[in-house]
């Protein structure tokens, strides 16, 4: 039975995990006064009426802090690439020398810095609604295998407290990571 409790535990902790990188990486795509090569993670171009992640079609450089120069392998992809950077919700103007594409960011605007804040902020918690939603159903696994006789009381209680103290592990990372993008939103 013991085991039974860790597989429950360690499939939920996967899961919490699994939120925490969502919401890490749901946070790296909101930009800020910075170019970041992640930025673009999010971008999808239309490469020949197939939807394709920007990071496949080009290489991102960043040269200095709000400059970002993207390559493109094909040449021939060039204003389909544009296209999705300008309707992309990043902000940017991008401008193209037939070799390569280079978008120069803008410093935030005091509005724009307080959507970007939003957003980070309704992204961690949708990550964190998550992160319940997973401890609500490996409570209710446990429960269900303490009522079936498979575990006693006082192996739920203990595997309780364990979720319990995962569960605020996993929330405590999506604050932390808050923190970091409020402080880079913040930055000038």
Do not use: W
């Amino acid at each position: 039975p013991m085991s039974d409790i860790a597989t429950v535990m360690n499939d939920g902790v996967n899961k919490m995990n699994k939120a925490v990188d969502v919401a890490k990486e749901d946070l790296a795509s909101i930009r800020t006064g910075r170019a970041h090569p992640s930025l673009f993670n999010k971008v999808i171009v239309d490469y020949y009426g197939a939807p394709t992640a920007l990071n496949q079609l080009a290489s991102v450089q960043v040269p200095e802090a709000r400059v970002a120069i993207i390559n493109p392998f094909d040449k021939g992809a060039m204003s389909s690439i544009e296209k999705a950077l300008r309707e992309s919700d990043l902000g940017i103007n991008a401008s193209n020398d037939g070799v390569s594409i280079r978008i120069n960011f803008p410093q935030l605007t005091e509005e724009r810095r307080k959507e970007y804040i939003k957003l980070a902020k309704s992204k961690g918690e949708d990550a964190k609604v998550s992160i319940r939603n997973i401890r609500r159903s490996v409570k209710e696994a446990l429960e269900k295998m303490e009522k079936d006789g498979a575990i006693s009381k006082d192996d739920l209680a203990r595997a309780e407290k364990e979720l319990e103290k995962v569960t605020g592990d996993h929330t405590a990372k999506i604050d932390e990571l808050l923190k970091h993008k409020e402080v880079e939103l913040l930055e000038v």
